[in-house]
């Protein structure tokens, strides 16, 4: 498949406010074979129909005239990406595909849980990083978290991107007030002692069940004192447009993220846009409107129109997503069905 965009069409994705977007999200499915409590309820979600879902061939033509446009890291999302089947091959398909500085940078956001079967064909397709989801070492923590009990799946999934030589290999941990809020620098023992970044989060307004709260929400400031009276944390500098203030842990050469996104927004370095399952493509992961690619495409739209279309939504782009306004109001889709 090659695309075909416009000389005029083909400079970066930038807003209003100048942020250039260099990094893609994809959800490559809504479903998941856990239930996160901060994520999804326990029963009664209602899959998006299997036609609506893009197939592989759309997913690369977004991908392909994104590349066009600026965009140079992909990241495959869900739900839980590895449960759609080919997977693997949308790996492969998306590391193939050149940018106008050079292959695509394909990375994954997972639970871990087919990783003991998929780590090494996703590691041989061209798959560069990989981004754990683990909230707890307790088993029974996690099976009440998770509503399932796969704690010693999760731990053989983060084995296996080790054994394949995956990295870096971060683990992303949402902090829960009386959840996991005891268990910060256990965490951070355990991905120093197996040679991977932890990354804590602030738990955002993102559950299916809209039960967020702002007074009960762990902050990152919260965080980093209860991970400084075990560790000497030392800023490291030159955070750029990450997420992640990154910080190294007792010298270094480990080090640890926060990412601050209720407390400490960094909208004014965002440069992130997102393509939900369905084909709606978000500029803000708060975003309460949505941009049709899909039914652009499949109304026989060009390579043209789908670049327009791009470009237009980020241009509308606000400039911050507002979580402590007056005024903010929690999108309509929950976490799974945005994708991460």
Not at 45 to 71: K, Q, Y
Not at 91 to 117: D, F, H, K, Q, Y
Request: charged share 25%.
């Amino acid at each position: 498949m090659s695309v075909e965009v416009s000389e005029e069409l083909r400079g970066p994705l930038v807003d209003t406010h100048g942020r250039v977007h260099r990094d893609l999200r994809i959800s490559l499915t809504d479903v998941c074979n856990l239930r996160c409590t901060y994520c999804m309820p326990a029963e009664g979600v209602p899959w998006l129909a299997r036609e609506n879902i893009l197939t592989t061939d759309e997913l690369v033509r977004v991908a392909e005239i994104a590349a066009a446009l600026g965009i140079v890291e992909v990241r495959l999302t869900g739900g839980e990406p590895l449960l759609r089947p080919d997977a693997v091959d949308v790996v492969a398909r998306m590391a193939a595909i050149e940018g106008e500085s050079g292959p695509l940078e394909v990375s994954m956001t997972t639970n871990a849980l087919r990783l003991p079967t998929l780590a090494g064909p996703l590691k041989e397709a061209g798959l560069s990083r990989l981004n754990i989801s683990l909230d707890t070492l307790d088993r029974e923590v996690f099976k009440d978290l998770t509503r399932r009990d796969r704690f010693d799946d999760t731990l053989a999934g983060i084995e296996a991107a080790i054994e394949q030589g995956f990295a870096p290999i971060k683990l992303n941990t949402v902090a829960m007030r009386g959840v996991n809020d005891g268990e910060m620098t256990a965490l951070l023992h355990f991905a120093v002692e197996k040679g991977l970044e932890l990354r804590f989060i602030e738990q955002m307004p993102l559950d299916a069940g809209h039960i967020w709260s702002r007074p009960e929400m762990v902050t990152g400031e919260e965080i980093l004192d209860a991970l400084g009276k075990e560790f000497t944390l030392t800023e490291v500098a030159g955070r750029g447009a990450a997420p992640a203030e990154r910080f190294l842990v007792d010298g270094g050469p480990r080090t640890v993220g926060v990412i601050r996104s209720v407390t400490r927004p960094f909208c004014g370095a965002c440069d992130r846009v997102r393509l939900t399952a369905d084909g709606q493509l978000r500029n803000c992961l708060f975003a309460r409107t949505e941009s049709d690619l899909a039914g652009l495409m499949r109304g026989g739209g060009s390579d043209d129109d789908i670049a327009r279309l791009m470009h237009t939504c980020i241009a509308g782009k606000l400039p911050g997503h507002g979580i402590d306004e007056p005024g903010f109001l929690q999108p309509d889709r929950p976490m799974s069905a945005i994708g991460g």
